[in-house]
Structures are given as structure tokens and as C-alpha cells.
């Protein structure tokens, strides 16, 4: 078990709670139509902050879109990861500031271009590893298979952090895969493979920290899997009484992760209701100022949709981007 110091456990716990507040907030945003749909990430936020937690700034994180908000362990001001979700271009953060690529939407695209980031890193001979979020419907996709396989081959400083929540939108693992186990695949690449508890933050942080450690000295990728199970819907557009049993998803609420390194921690007598609430108010006012700040800023220009989407437009687009010029 990996030595973590006081400070450390209070720091884990206060990106935990901000993760959570993030989520929290960013549904009722939806809610109230300040944000556009949004992938709900309640009780990821072990995986998240335990993961990221063993990487240090010169590393790089991809994230999917259930890990929109991932920045915020680095300091991301949450009226970035709110213009995302908004699409507001403040919101395209530059992946070189913060050492955060894109949030990924097309399920396992990120997984090659980690890989890529990675053996690029290892050809340079630049220090870094790079860390990469899927979920366990992407370990079905060819790109994640060619990503993991191209990093294994390479030995490329990857750690692959699969966020097994067993579902995939309506799609549950016993359909996406025979394997036994997500981490059997990682034998298949002559990889290391782990499987963790995805809802104990301490559990996900060692596991990430070995992975960290062997890529960092050469030793090539590693495949976790973390295992849970999804207790929210699959995000604000989705109704998962269609097709998840309602009894199974309260149960999984009762097993929350914050709550239970919240409990680990005062165990140890690191963290008091003082705290607790003090670390809860922050994260709330930073959101605050967050949707705040999101929603001062001017709207953004249209044609931008196209502008970053052609370098030649087609003949009808180019006629409406100059009614567009001309009516503006
Ligand atoms: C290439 C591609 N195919 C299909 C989709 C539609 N889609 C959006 S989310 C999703 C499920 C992905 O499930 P999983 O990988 O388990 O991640 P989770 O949402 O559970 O975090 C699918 C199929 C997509 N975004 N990209
Ligand atoms: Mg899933």
C-alpha cells in the first residue's frame, strides 16, 4: 500500500469532493438549461482523483467525456470544463497549459492518440507518462485495440485506465464481452493487467502509482480496470429505468466513494466535520463562479462550427458562412 502522507490523504479527499460538487452542480445546470446534455461522472470520482493522483504535472491525462472534468485536479478553472458542456469555445482549452488532451467523445479514439503522445514521449527521450480514461464498452472498439497493442509493442509509457461501470449506455458487460475479466485482455498485448475496486480511491491510487512507476522506468504500459457499477444515469438525455433494475442502481448508491474515504480518513483522525465542511463550501463556490463566469462571456460566433470543421468548405456551407459574414 502506497505511503500516503496526511496532507496528501486531505488533498485526494478535496479532489474527490470537488469532482463530486462539479458533478452535482453540472446536473442541476442541465437542469435548469445553463449547460447542454451532460455525461453524469457520480461516484467515478475514485477512479478520477485516485488515478491522477500518482501522476506528477509533466504527465499527460486523456480524458473521455465521463472524465470532463478531470482538469479540475490541476487546477482548471471550472467555468472551462461548464463552456465544454455549454459549447462555448472557451471552453477548448489548450491541451499544452494544462497537460489535459480534448475530451474524447467517439468512444476509444483517445486510446491511440495516448498511445501515440506516449511512444512519441519515449522517441524523444522526454520525460512523462501518459495516463488514459476509457470505459468498459471501448475495450470492444478497434482503435483501442490497436492503441494498446502499438504501446505494447512499442513499450510505450502508457498507463490505460479502463472505468469498468458495466454498462455501456444500455449496452451491460455480459454483452460487450466473453472475457472473464477486463484486465484478461491486458495478457493478450504481454502487458501487465490489474483489476482494482473503482470505488476505493486508495486501491485505484496504488495500482495507478506501480503503473506510473514501471512506465516511468521503461517498463511499457499497464491495464487496470477498475470495477464498479454505473449509479446514475448515463447522462441527462438517458432514462435508465428502460433498462436497469432500480433496486441494483440504489443499492450501488449506498456503496459511494467519497463518503467512504470521507469515513477512511476520519478513522484515522486527518479529517473533522470542520473540514468536511469547509472543503464541501469551497468546491460550491467555486462552482458558483464557475456557471458565473461561464455565463458573462459573450456568445461565441457561429461560424466557427465551420471554420474549424473545413479547410475547404463545400459550395453550400461557403454561400451560408457569407450571408452569415454579410449579416453579422
Ligand atoms: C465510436 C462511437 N460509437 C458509438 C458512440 C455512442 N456512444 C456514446 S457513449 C457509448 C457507451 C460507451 O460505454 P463505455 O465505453 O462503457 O463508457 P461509459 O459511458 O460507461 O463511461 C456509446 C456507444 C460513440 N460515442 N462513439
Ligand atoms: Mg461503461
Known amino acids: 500500500m502506497a505511503q500516503l502522507s496526511d496532507a496528501d490523504l486531505i488533498e485526494l479527499y478535496r479532489r474527490m469532493v470537488l469532482l463530486r460538487v ?13 449547460i447542454g446534455t451532460y455525461a453524469i461522472f457520480w461516484n467515478h470520482e475514485a477512479i478520477q482523483a ?54 474524447c467523445v467517439p468512444i476509444g479514439t483517445q486510446v ?10 519515449k522517441l524523444k527521450g522526454e520525460p512523462g507518462v501518459v495516463m488514459v480514461f476509457f470505459g468498459d464498452g471501448a475495450t470492444s472498439e478497434g482503435s483501442f485495440h490497436e492503441g494498446v497493442n502499438f504501446a505494447a509493442v512499442m513499450q510505450a509509457p502508457l498507463v490505460l485506465v479502463c472505468n ?28 501487465p493487467g490489474v483489476r482494482v475496486d473503482g470505488l476505493d480511491a486508495l486501491a ?18 499497464t491495464f487496470i480496470e477498475a470495477v464498479h457499477y454505473r449509479a446514475a444515469p448515463h447522462a441527462t438525455a438517458d432514462d435508465p429505468s428502460a433498462y436497469i433494475d432500480p433496486v441494483r442502481v440504489e443499492e450501488e448508491r449506498r456503496r459511494e466513494c467519497v463518503g467512504r ?28 463562479a464557475g456557471i458565473t463566469e461561464a455565463e458573462a462571456a459573450p456568445p461565441p460566433d457561429p461560424r466557427l462550427v465551420f471554420e474549424h470543421a473545413y479547410a475547404d468548405p463545400p459550395a453550400e ?3 451560408m458562412l457569407e450571408r452569415e459574414a454579410r449579416s453579422a
Open 22 to 34: 462539479f458533478d452535482e452542480r453540472a446536473v442541476v445546470y442541465h437542469r435548469q438549461g445553463r
Open 50 to 103: 485516485g488515478a491522477t493522483f500518482a501522476l506528477a504535472d509533466e504527465d499527460w491525462i486523456f480524458p473521455a467525456y465521463r472524465e470532463s472534468a478531470i482538469g479540475l485536479v490541476r487546477g482548471m478553472p471550472p467555468a472551462t470544463i461548464l463552456q465544454w458542456w455549454r459549447g462555448h469555445p472557451s471552453g477548448w482549452w489548450n491541451p499544452l497549459e494544462w497537460k489535459v488532451a480534448s475530451i
Open 112 to 121: 491511440p492518440h495516448a498511445a501515440g503522445l506516449a511512444w512519441g514521449k
Open 164 to 191: 469498468n461501470n458495466q454498462w455501456a449506455i444500455s449496452t451491460p458487460l455480459s454483452a460487450q464481452t466473453r472475457a472473464e475479466t477486463l484486465a484478461d485482455k491486458a495478457q493478450g498485448y504481454g502487458i
Open 204 to 221: 485505484v491510487h496504488d495500482a495507478a502509482r506501480e503503473a506510473v512507476e514501471r512506465a516511468r522506468a521503461g517498463g511499457g504500459p
Open 261 to 288: 474515504l470521507e469515513a477512511e480518513l476520519r478513522k484515522r483522525g486527518i479529517l473533522d466535520d470542520e473540514l468536511v465542511g469547509r472543503l464541501r463550501t469551497e468546491a460550491e463556490e467555486a462552482m458558483r
Open 317 to 319: 456551407i461557403a454561400a
